[in-house]
């Protein structure tokens, strides 16, 4: 397993933007895909949205018309960015990467095939 370094988060306030960053601490190459998920208090984690290398990507009601993800390349890390933020937005937000050649229809839901974790970087929202 690698650590996945995660940068990006903080606090801003209610309909900011923030980006958050993630790579690998070696360059990759070859295609994999990279997801983000986040935990909120109260909740348990969910995705939010994830990207094969390949470019193909999907994402979950919570990031659909606010929030994009971009593709990670060999040596440049792959970005979620993060419109119109909200209070209840506010978690700790993870990366996560899945070798295989793809990503699965059931990434978002089923986190058993991603081998590498992030620390996680806390946003916060405040109105």
């Known amino acids: 397993q690698v650590r996945l370094e995660q940068s990006g988060g903080g606090s801003v306030q209610a309909g900011g933007y923030l980006r958050l960053a993630c790579e690998p601490p070696?360059?990759?190459?070859?295609?994999?895909?990279m997801g983000w998920f986040r935990q909120v208090p109260g909740k348990e984690r969910e995705g939010v949205a994830y990207v094969s290398k390949n470019g193909a990507s999907r994402s979950t009601g919570i990031a659909q018309g606010r929030w994009l993800v971009s593709e990670p390349y060999t040596d440049m890390p792959g970005y979620l960015g993060m419109a119109k933020l909200r209070p209840d937005d506010t978690g700790m937000y993870y990366c996560?990467?899945?070798?295989?050649?793809?990503?699965?229809?059931?990434?978002?839901?089923?986190?058993?095939?991603?081998?590498?974790w992030g620390q996680g970087t806390q946003v916060t929202d405040y109105a």
């Open positions: 070696r360059p990759t190459p070859g295609r994999y895909c």
């Open positions: 996560a990467r899945d070798l295989g050649d793809k990503c699965r229809a059931e990434s978002l839901t089923d986190t058993r095939h991603f081998q590498d």
